[in-house]
């Protein structure tokens, strides 16, 4: 099931939090090594970690995270105006709708088979999402191999500045574009795939 | 031209691009802006034998791609092999860092340089469940390669090889290719990957020493190979089991 999870979502989707805040500890500094903070031993949690982001999680039946990503306000300091503004040629694109995507996740107990299809399935919800909040533009900083893979998925996505160095890895900042053709463009690379509606219990308590 | 906006102009046209003619005319003219001679954009196979849609883009010199074919590089090829070592662009100057090069290695790129291709850069462009592919930039032989321009090469690189998949119709045939062995066969297949006997593998997923046996011949059946190492090597291909699968054990 997808959750959407802001300040104003009740205690349901705490299970799904804590398994997030886990597993992004798992990914980005067990996995990756990525300079993050820890909190208590067992979460990675940022100063962006805050009241205004927006988390997307998909979740197995027992509210366990599968794959998550953050979503942060153009509007407030995000990562590419505070950390990677120089990922950018002109001004990193900012406004009500436009958001950044950050701490893209896939689980890693996933088997590979699963990768896939869960990856396909937050992808779709970003976009789902986007077009039912009235986003147009998604940004993001990606390392070379994953930029690879978002090109592929067939969306409207364009390179804002020339890629860098950042230890060992390089880094390139992306603009995407949300239409009402993008599921049409995310079907033709073979990445659409919705989640039906009764599934998303957490989307409904959102919006009431 | 700024470095940044001959990116820009190539992804515009990249993105329109309906031919590969038209793709290739707009690749000359970002090497043009660049001040490289040579680009090719290629799937790593051998074009003279292995079929179905796969992408080969290049103005390389003919009796290149030639000799290439016959001596069946496209597996080989050492700049190729590089690519698996690499998640994002890296100069031909860096390959014997990046891989053991053999006597026929240091033979090809001796090759290279006397039909006039110097020195290049190479951005690998791997997707997933995916032939391996790359797109390379090069300049005449005894000229200096451009640095400044090798991250521009990468996005042109990275949207050119999209460009490309887009017009070929490799993207389509990526959604075929849906998991074809069942949960257990994949279980019976990671631990033969692991290196466990049959014997093993029964003792492990808790059945009977003959389910095994039957789990992986019908594995091996489906897809069309005969021996224990080629299916878990198809399996790796697939994404059905992955090397962190098998190596974390």
Redesign the interface.
Known sequence: MVLLIDSSTGSISDVAFRSMFAARKSVFIDLLKWDLPVLEGRYEIDQFDDAHARYLIITDLDHQHLASARLLPTTRPHILDSIFPALCEGEPPQGPAVWEITRFCLDRRLRSAERRQVRDQLVTALAAHALETGIDTYTGVAEMGWLQQILSFGWDCRAIGEPLRSGGSLLGALEITITPNTPVELAAGGVWSPLSIHEMPARSAVNA | M???AI??VF?QNA?VATTADALRASLLQSCEAMGVRYFALTHHINFNHDGGPAVRLHNYPPSWEEWFDQNELGRSDPIHRACHKA???FPWAAVPDMIKLTPDDRCVLDRAYLVGIGEGFTIP?????EILGSCSFAVDAGQPFPEEFH??C??VG??A??AA??LSGV??M??DHA?ILTDRQ?DCVLWAARGKTDWEIAVILGVSHETVIQHLKHARERYGVQKRAMLAVRALF?????FS?ILKH
């Open positions: 700024p470095r940044l990116a820009e992804v993105k998640s994002f662009g462009a791997s997707i997933p469940g991250y521009v990468q996005l990275g949207f090889f999209e998949r887009r993207r389509d990526s959604i998991a994949r697939d994404g059905l089991i992955s699968d």
